[in-house]
C-alpha cells in the first residue's frame, strides 16, 4: 500500500476500526496512518458493493418490493430505500445532460396517476400538500419510445405547465413537431402559451361507457368499455394518421408493471413525495438507458441517438 502523506510504497496493514471493520494502514517511514475508507465508498457516502447494488436495484426496476429485494439480497430495506435516492441522483443527472436537444416527430403526452400516503379522499384538512393524488405527467417520443420528459405533481394546471415547459426545453429548437395529448383541457392554452405556434397540436378524446365505473360484483376491477374517440385539433396542421396516445399509454403500462409504487390495490405506495420522484426518475433512466426494448432491439436512448450502447445499471450508478 502506498502512503498518502509520503507516497513510499512502505504501508502496512494496522488493524481495524469500526463496527465495518474499515482496513487501516500505518507507514513504516513516516509513521502516517490512514485508513481506504475513501475508496470503499463509490456511490456517495455508500459502503455497498456497487454490484450488490445494482443487482438490489435491477430487482425493485423489475417489479420487486422494496421488502422482498431486501430478502434476497439481505441488505437493509433503509439501505435500498438510500441506494435507490443516491442512485436516482445521478439518474436525474444523466437525463438532464443527455436528454437534452431531442429531435422527434411525433410527441404523444399522458399522465399516469398514482398517490402519496393516502388517496384522495381520505385527505383532511392540515394534511401535508404532498399527501392525496400524485400524477406523473409523460412525452414519450412516438418513434424512439424514448421517454423525453416527465414530471410529479397534482394534475392541475400549475403541473401542467411545468411539463410542457420541461418538453419545450429537453426538444431541439430547429425542429417542429407534432403533439398528441388526451382532453385534459389545461393543455389547450398550456401548448399555445409554452409551445407558441411551433407544434402541430391536436387532443385525444375518448368517450367511457358505464361498465366498469361502480362499484358492482360484476364490474368492480373492469376497465370501462370506450364508446367513442374524439379528435380534435388544436393547432397547426397535425397528420391525422399520427393523432394518437396509444404509444404513450403502452408505456404507461409498462411503468406500472415494473414499478411496484404504481401497481393498483397493494401496500407498495410512496408514502413520501421525495421517495416517489426519486422512484419515478430513477427508472425513466433504466427505461431510456439500460432497457431494450422489445421491438426496437435497442434501447430508447440508442434508438434516438443519444448513446451507442446499452447501459449496464451499474454504469448508471457510477456515471
Known sequence: MTCRRCNH?????????????????????????????????????????PDAAAKALAMVLEGMSIRAASRLTGLHKNTILSLANTAAERATAVLDTLVRDVRVRYIQADEVW??????????????????????????LDAESKLIVSHVIGKRNRETTYRFLVDLRDRLAEDR????????????QRGVEDVFAGQADFAQLVKLYGDFGQFDTAEGRYSPPRIMEVISKIRDGRPDPEHISTSFVERSNLSLRMHL???????NAF????DNLKAAVALYVAWYNFCRVHQTLHVTPAMQAGLTDHVWEIRELLLS
Do not use: I, N
Not at 494502514?25 to 481506504?36: K, L
Not at 410512496?270 to 413525495?273: E, F, G, P, T, V
Open 176 to 187: 417542429r413537431f407534432q403533439l398528441t395529448t388526451d382532453g385534459f383541457h389545461f393543455y
Open 270 to 273: 410512496s408514502k413520501k413525495l
Open 9 to 49: 510504497e512502505t504501508a502496512r496493514k494496522f488493524g481495524t476500526y469500526g463496527k465495518r471493520r474499515v482496513q487501516r494502514y500505518r507507514c513504516r517511514d513516516c509513521g502516517f496512518t490512514f485508513s481506504d475508507s475513501e475508496s470503499m465508498r463509490r456511490l456517495g457516502t455508500h459502503y455497498t458493493d
Open 260 to 266: 411496484r409504487r404504481f401497481t393498483r390495490l397493494t
Open 114 to 139: 398514482g398517490f402519496c400516503g393516502k388517496k384522495q379522499r381520505h385527505v383532511r384538512q392540515g394534511d401535508s400538500p404532498e399527501l392525496g393524488d400524485a400524477w406523473m405527467f409523460v412525452g
